[in-house]
């Protein structure tokens, strides 16, 4: 006996936990960042963020403006949920 029987009863008689369907719910998500097909880094987007959204937020980061070098985007793939490509 470790005492856990004592104070909250028998270990075989406790209650599974109660899953809270509030505390899976993510407000925003981290979208990989490639540059020219690289690994550069990683972007916080909002959860519901349109393609278009993330585009922007791709290109106005500054892990963009420090690999880009001035260039400008030819092309931009976005995968909703998992990352953003952006071609120079």
Not at 41 to 64: R, T
């Amino acid at each position: 006996e470790l005492g856990y029987a004592a104070q909250l009863g028998d270990l075989l008689d406790a209650p599974w936990p109660q899953v809270d369907p509030a505390a899976l719910v993510q407000d925003e998500i981290e979208l990989v960042l490639q540059i020219n097909g690289k690994l550069r880094g990683a972007i916080v987007v909002a959860a519901d963020a349109s393609k278009a959204d993330i585009e922007a937020a791709a290109l106005a980061s500054p892990i963009f403006a420090s690999h880009a070098n001035g260039a400008k985007a030819k092309k931009v793939v976005v995968v909703p949920g998992r990352l953003v490509n952006v071609v120079v």
